[in-house]
C-alpha cells in the first residue's frame, strides 16, 4: 500500500509539474505573439507616415520653411517615437531635418538614399546605427519624393528608436507578471531575422551576439514562424528555463522585419 501510495503520489506530482510548465509556457506564448503583434503595428504605422510626408512634400518639396515645419510637428506629436526626420533634395543634400546639424549633408552615396531613387519604392533598412544617428540605433524608413509625372524631387527619410521599441515589449511583460499566480523574473529579447540580439532585458549590449548562431532552441524554432515555447537551457545561467517565442510577420502592406521576441522564466521559478 505505501509503496502503491509513492507511486501516485509521484505521478501526481509530474502530472502537476507539467501543467504549471504548460500554462506558464502557454501565457508566455502569448506575451511574445501580443510583443511581436504590437511591433508589427507599430513599425506598419511609420511606414504609413513616411507615404503620407513623401506625398505631402511633393507640390512643396523646395519651400524649406513649410518642409521643417511639418518634420518638427511630426516629431513633437509622435514623441518619442521619431529620432529624427529628414528631407533631402535630388543630389542627396539634407535641405530639412529636425536635427540642425545634419542639414547641408551630403547623403547622394547612403544605401537608403541610393535605393530610393534608383527604385522609387520605400526603403526600410533593419536595426542599425545608420549615419547621423549618433550612435543610437534605429530602424530607418526611406520614400522618394516623386511629382505628378514620376519626377524624382528627393527623398524624406525617418529614424526610429530602438529604445522606444523596447519600451513597448517592457510595458507587456511587466503587465504579465502582474498577472495573479504567476511569480518569478521574466526576461526577454528580440532577435533580428539573422539572429542577432538587439534588445536584452538583463545584459547592455556592449557586443553583438547570434542565438541561431549559438543554437539556441527557441531562436531556431521561431522560424517557422509559428509562436510557441519550449525548455531549454539558458546560455549565460546554464539554468532550465520556459521559453516563449513569437516571429513578427508585417501588417498591412508593411511586409516586416522577420524579428523575434523571446520571453522566458526560470523552470524552478514555475515550480
Do not use: C
Request: proline share 3%; charged share 20%; aromatic share 10%.
Amino acid at each position: 500500500v505505501t509503496i502503491l501510495a509513492l507511486g501516485i503520489g509521484a505521478v501526481l506530482l509530474r502530472y502537476v509539474e507539467r501543467r504549471l510548465v504548460w500554462a506558464s509556457g502557454e501565457q508566455l506564448t502569448l506575451a511574445a505573439a501580443e510583443v511581436s503583434d504590437k511591433l508589427d503595428r507599430l513599425l506598419f504605422e511609420r511606414y504609413g507616415d513616411v507615404h503620407m510626408m513623401a506625398r505631402a512634400f511633393a507640390l512643396r518639396s523646395s519651400d524649406r520653411a513649410y518642409l521643417e515645419s511639418y518634420l518638427a510637428w511630426m516629431k513633437t506629436a509622435y514623441a518619442p517615437m521619431y529620432h529624427w526626420l529628414g528631407v533631402t533634395n535630388q543630389q542627396g543634400v539634407m535641405i530639412a531635418a529636425t536635427e540642425s546639424a545634419l542639414i547641408g549633408q551630403d547623403y547622394s552615396r547612403s544605401t537608403w538614399f541610393r535605393g530610393a531613387r534608383e527604385t522609387r519604392l520605400v526603403v526600410v533598412e533593419d536595426v542599425a546605427s545608420h549615419e547621423a544617428d549618433q550612435g543610437i540605433v534605429t530602424v530607418a524608413f526611406t520614400v522618394p519624393i516623386l511629382d505628378t509625372e514620376g519626377t524624382f524631387l528627393g527623398v524624406v527619410t525617418t529614424r526610429v528608436a530602438v529604445p522606444v521599441l523596447e519600451a513597448v515589449t517592457t510595458r507587456t511583460i511587466r503587465s504579465l507578471q502582474r498577472r495573479e499566480g504567476f511569480g518569478g523574473a521574466i526576461e526577454y529579447q528580440i532577435l533580428a531575422k539573422s539572429g542577432e540580439v538587439f534588445v536584452d532585458s538583463n545584459v547592455p549590449l556592449r557586443e553583438k551576439f547570434n542565438l541561431l548562431e549559438l543554437g539556441l532552441p527557441s531562436a531556431k524554432l521561431s522560424q517557422a514562424g509559428e509562436p510557441g515555447y519550449v525548455i531549454e537551457e539558458h546560455l549565460r545561467r546554464h539554468v532550465q528555463v520556459v521559453t516563449g517565442y513569437a516571429a513578427t510577420k508585417g501588417y498591412g502592406e508593411f511586409p516586416g522585419l522577420g524579428w523575434t521576441v523571446l520571453v522566458r522564466i526560470d523552470r524552478d521559478a514555475i515550480l
